[in-house]
């Protein structure tokens, strides 16, 4: 299969709510996707919801390091490490992306 389908067609079954089918699909691109932040930040989701919160953690850090002010990526390694019961470093994140981003959810984060 092309990587791009592949690709695609794991969006599309995060979005449809198969988090493991999307890891199915992407795992022959994990080392491919090292360097690209959409793909880490998909690779993310997908480990999120399928409850791998430390593989988690490792794709969205690796998203901000890319991509420091991608507001979404420090909600979303926010969340994680809200989840890991890390709620400190969680609030962290959640200031610098309502500090990005003036959305009324980012903000709430903080409240």
């Known amino acids: 299969m092309h990587e791009t389908l592949r690709y695609r067609l794991a969006e599309v079954q995060l979005d449809a709510g198969d988090p493991l089918e999307a890891l199915r699909l992407l795992e022959p691109l994990v080392d491919e996707l090292q360097t690209h932040a ?6 993310g989701r997908a480990y999120y919801h399928s409850a791998q919160l ?3 953690q490792e794709a ?4 901000v390091e890319m991509a420091p002010t991608d507001a979404f990526a420090r909600v979303a390694l926010g969340r994680t ?11 962290v994140h959640f200031r610098v992306a309502a500090a990005l981003d003036p959305r009324p959810e980012y903000r709430e984060l903080v409240a």
């Open 38 to 43: 959409a793909g880490q930040l998909l690779l």
């Open 54 to 56: 430390a593989r988690a």
């Open 81 to 91: 490490l809200q989840r890991r019961s890390r709620h400190d470093e969680a609030a």
């Open 60 to 63: 969205f850090e690796r998203v």
